[in-house]
């Protein structure tokens, strides 16, 4: 059980578009903050912070632009909300993408070149334990599921984490610009609830 979140906690709003939402919401509440699920602009305009989920990117961006979302989220995005996203989230968070679909829509964030299905199909999911300096604590239980990496990253971008062994070692799988984070793999899926800690207290400072 998940005791209730304080009144004036932040609300952090979940796209509910497409994906794994209700984990998302379960970490979430259980860090101390409010939750509510976002379709319209109007849930948008109401909550404090946006988690984007994991998911299929192509079927959240064509969701966003048919729900009227994409340029609301953009707006949101660009006065400040603080925002979050996770595997297909970080794609959806990215101001350039390759390997998505001709028409594929993101609502950017974060000056970076993401790569969707990086890791390639068949080897297409497996974990990994991750440093990540700016949480403290053990080394992050990573699982990648048909994931993204972050090909290259702006200026501006602080770059938390990278995968450290194999094939894919130095591939950069946790960034962070300014307000928005976000993280190839799934941190709702595992227990550990320190990225979400990461991602409420970033909410706390912005507000
Ligand atoms: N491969 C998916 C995409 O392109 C992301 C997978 C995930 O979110 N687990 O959107």
């Given at each position: 059980m998940t005791a209730a979140a304080a009144a004036d906690a932040p609300l952090i709003g979940v796209?509910?578009?497409?994906?794994?939402v209700r984990e998302h919401e379960h970490v979430l509440q259980s860090c101390g903050v409010r939750t509510s699920r976002v379709r319209t602009p109007d849930q948008l305009a109401a909550v404090d912070a946006l988690v984007i989920p994991g998911g299929e990117s192509t079927t959240m961006s064509k969701l966003a632009v048919d729900f009227g979302l994409i340029d609301p989220l953009r707006d949101a995005q660009e006065s400040g909300m603080p925002m979050y996203g996770s595997c297909a989230g970080m794609i959806m968070l990215a101001d350039r993408l390759e390997g998505?679909?001709?028409d594929q829509q993101t609502i950017g964030g974060i000056d970076m070149l993401v790569r969707r299905n990086a890791f390639g199909r068949q080897v297409d999911s497996f974990e990994a334990d991750l440093a990540m300096?700016?949480?403290?604590?053990?080394?992050v239980h990573a699982v990648f599921i048909r994931a993204p990496w972050v090909e290259s990253v702006g200026d501006g971008v602080e770059v938390l984490g990278h995968v450290?062994?194999?094939?894919?070692?130095?591939?950069?799988v946790a960034v962070r610009h300014g307000r928005v984070l976000a993280t190839?793999?799934?941190?709702?899926?595992?227990?550990?609830?320190r990225i979400h800690e990461y991602f409420v207290a970033m909410v706390r400072d912005a507000g």
């Open positions: 796209l509910a578009l497409q994906g794994d998505g679909r001709p300096p700016a949480l403290d604590g053990p080394p450290e062994s194999g094939p894919a070692a130095g591939r950069i190839s793999f799934h941190p709702e899926l595992t227990g550990d609830h």
